[in-house]
């Protein structure tokens, strides 16, 4: 992932000052330029709404004034792309929302689908959703049928509850399954772009929904494309690991008849930086053959002594009656940026179509070697 300095540095609000400028060449910019020395230290979406807030300040007035010079920057400057058309859309959306007028809202709507192409709206557009979703949505609902992927792709990642790097959106959270007819219109969409945005904006909803979420991929497996089996397995990802049964079931992994002997902990010592090794002997005791997927648990101690889970994919096997499988597998401690690690008891389970074992517990030195013990 790059730094947010390689996505919005110096070089692009310079290239945006210059984009403006060049559209706009009887207007004095003074905040862009001395914004572009004021980006150190920020955070990639403070980056972004610095350089938004630089911009209106920049071109005063209502939202056709800036609407006009955006629109002349688009279609003269073959630059006005990339990373720069966030705090631009950003803009947009701002200043139609100050305004406050139909007008300026539907045009905000039609201006973000024109500049998403060039990176992408779907950050832009949370402030026209929270101002006024349900007029939002309309519009919204006649992108899915654009000729243009990123306008189909816009209408749903642009609406996804828990979008990455975007603010909430709280209403869409509120209303649980409003969204849902926009993934309904686009799950069969002949870009793999769009199918993958569906598919994560399913996944977001099963954070507070999974009946619907199951319900859904249940309809779509009853109306699929060639396309729709590896959609539903990728927005039912969560579930899975959550071991919801229904999710599970959707995608072939029934309840089954299974010995788990195991997981066994080779070395119940685990050196700071080091691996985790553990064993596992799985046996198909039913009289039918067990489609099964096998994911492991890590238990790890938190700061305060209490512990949290993180479910880890393993593998997916079918067996035969009376057939066995092997695990051995390690899992390592090397630090990371995403989680911290504190030494301590720790333990590993197996999960086996969405059924725990009783967690095999190990520790975790300190840095240092020397055990608390």
């Not at 709404?49 to 071109?59: E, F, G, K, P, T």
């Not at 609407?67 to 959306?93: C, I, K, M, N, Q």
């Not at 979703?133 to 609902?141: E, G, K, Q, Y």
């Not at 700071?272 to 099964?292: D, H, I, K, M, Y």
């Amino acid at each position: 992932m790059p730094f947010a300095d390689e996505l919005i540095g110096p070089h692009v609000a310079e290239q945006l000052t210059t984009s403006i400028q060049d559209a706009a060449p009887e207007q004095p910019l003074r905040e862009l330029p001395r914004a572009a020395h004021e980006l150190d230290g920020l955070s990639l979406r403070e980056r972004a709404d610095l350089l938004r807030d630089a911009l209106l300040a920049d071109v005063p007035g209502d939202y056709a004034t800036l609407a006009a010079v955006v629109r002349g920057a688009y279609h003269h400057t073959p630059d006005f792309g990339g990373w720069l058309l966030w705090p631009v859309t950003s803009a947009v959306a701002t200043r139609a929302v100050h305004d406050n007028s139909d007008a300026a809202f539907s045009d905000a709507m039609a201006l973000l689908a024109e500049l998403t192409g060039r990176l992408t709206s779907e950050f832009a557009i949370r402030t026209l959703l929270r101002h006024d979703l349900d007029r939002a949505l309309i519009i919204v609902a006649e992108w899915t049928t654009s000729t243009d992927e990123h306008v189909r792709r816009l209408a749903t990642e642009g609406t996804r509850p828990y979008l990455p790097w975007a603010v909430r959106v709280p209403e869409i959270v509120s209303r649980g399954g409003i969204t849902v007819p926009i993934l309904d219109a686009l799950y069969r969409d002949d870009s793999e772009y769009v199918r993958r945005s569906v598919a994560n904006h399913l996944n977001d909803l099963s954070r507070d929904d999974p009946d619907l979420v199951v319900d859904t991929a249940r309809r779509w497996l009853g109306d699929p494309t060639d396309t729709t089996t590896a959609l539903v397995r990728h927005g039912l990802r969560t579930l899975v690991k959550r071991g919801n049964v229904g999710a599970l079931a959707l995608l072939g992994f029934a309840p089954a008849s299974v010995d788990v002997d195991g997981p066994h902990i080779v070395a119940a010592r685990v050196p700071w930086s080091g691996t985790v090794q553990f064993t596992a002997a799985l046996r198909n005791t039913g009289t039918e053959p067990a489609r099964l997927a096998i994911d492991y648990v890590i238990h790890h101690r938190k700061a305060n002594g209490a512990s949290s889970t993180k479910v880890f994919k393993l593998t997916t096997r079918e067996l035969d009656p009376g057939e066995q499988f092997t695990i051995d597998r390690e899992h390592s401690f090397r630090p990371i940026t995403t989680r911290r690690y504190y030494p301590g008891e720790h333990a590993v389970a197996l999960q086996i179509n969405g059924v725990a074992t009783a967690p095999a517990p190990f520790e975790l030195l300190p840095e240092n070697g020397i055990s608390a013990r």
